[in-house]
């Protein structure tokens, strides 16, 4: 890779939607695409659709919970590496498959995890902020809304 060229060309995405992603391997693996030339890395997270083709409504808990492993991949790496991540939101799993998640059952999601990016982790004062914002009472993050 090295020899190519390809790392002055363009910059790796590590994607991993996991409730659970292993933090080390991906230090591991950004420690690696340096080695070959890689100056920068984007990640890739989700805040809707990644957790089932028939899922209609979104947990939240469990992207908050991929955006905080992310948020420690970023402070276990070196801070000149991140050049930013990307927060996806899956419609469908292909072409063939009926909607997931729709946009309007994920919006609190979506918040969540920003502020949770944007504050570098998650408190109860950005759930009240997320719930002000929103103009919700109740967010509920290890449930799924009603």
């Known amino acids: 890779l090295s020899?190519?060229?390809?790392?002055?060309?363009?910059?790796?995405m590590i994607w991993d939607?996991?409730?659970?992603?292993?933090?080390e391997s991906k230090v591991q693996l950004i420690e690696k695409?340096?080695?070959?030339?890689?100056?920068?890395?984007w990640f890739a997270s989700a805040f809707k659709g990644a957790t089932g083709v028939n899922q209609s409504l979104t947990l939240i808990g469990h992207h908050l919970k991929n955006h905080l492993q992310?948020?420690?991949?970023?402070?276990?790496?070196?801070?000149?590496?991140?050049?930013?991540?990307?927060l996806t939101g899956w419609q469908r799993y292909d072409h063939f498959s009926v909607l997931c998640e729709l946009l309007p059952?994920?919006?609190?999601?979506?918040?969540?995890?920003?502020?949770?990016?944007?504050?570098g982790g998650y408190s109860e004062k950005i759930k009240e902020d997320v719930e002000k914002l929103l103009g919700m009472s109740n967010l509920e993050i290890d449930t799924f809304m009603r």
């Open 33 to 41: 695409y340096q080695r070959c030339g890689f100056s920068k890395v």
């Open 105 to 119: 059952v994920a919006i609190p999601s979506l918040a969540v995890c920003l502020q949770a990016l944007k504050n």
């Open 3 to 12: 020899e190519s060229g390809i790392p002055q060309l363009v910059q790796p």
């Open 70 to 86: 992310w948020l420690k991949v970023a402070s276990s790496s070196p801070a000149e590496v991140l050049e930013g991540i990307v």
């Open 17 to 23: 939607y996991a409730a659970d992603l292993d933090v």
